[in-house]
């Protein structure tokens, strides 16, 4: 189990006992704690299990049914090797993460700060989970590079 802020990522064999194991532990987890655990927001993403049998553990958990790939805290998240088109959503956010009027309030040393922590960091985040293509890290870099 991988707890990121309120997100919870849970990996388990798609074996009906399991399932129904994890459902006890949300049922006393919640019970425990007061919280609420909102099965309308969760999602099951089965890897290779045939859709009848996905179907019927997504039923016993309560919650919606999704497929690869998809988005888990920003990033692209797939059960095959990501497309080039999927890794070039990645610069999107970089693109347009200082604007330029921002850019213009600030000194020298101030934009330089701001770049190199907030526009830096977006790379490094994602290649923490993906293995990115040089071309593509030179391209979530280029933002940064061309303000200098």
């Known amino acids: ?3 990121y802020v309120d ?3 849970i990996l388990l064999r798609t ?3 399991q399932v129904h194991c994890l459902k006890h532990i949300l049922i006393a987890f919640a019970a425990a704690t007061s919280l609420v655990i909102n099965y309308s927001k969760s999602t099951f993403v089965p890897i290779h299990v045939d859709v009848v049998h996905a179907s019927s553990l997504a039923a016993i958990l309560g919650c919606s049914m999704e497929s690869f790939p998809q988005t888990y805290l920003g990033l692209p998240l ?3 090797k990501l497309s ?3 890794l070039d ?3 999107i956010p970089i693109e347009r993460c200082i604007p330029d009027w921002r850019v213009h309030l600030l000194n020298h040393d101030g934009c330089l700060t701001l770049t190199n922590t907030v526009m830096l960091l977006k790379p490094v985040y994602a290649m923490v989970v993906i293995r990115l293509p040089k071309s593509m ?3 979530m870099d280029k933002p940064r590079r061309v303000m200098f």
Do not use: C, I, Q, W
């Open 15 to 17: 074996e009906e006992p």
């Open 78 to 80: 797939s059960d095959a």
């Open 137 to 139: 890290v030179e391209r």
């Open 1 to 3: 189990m991988f707890r």
């Open 7 to 9: 997100d919870t990522l």
């Open 84 to 86: 080039a088109g999927v």
């Open 89 to 91: 959503e990645l610069t």
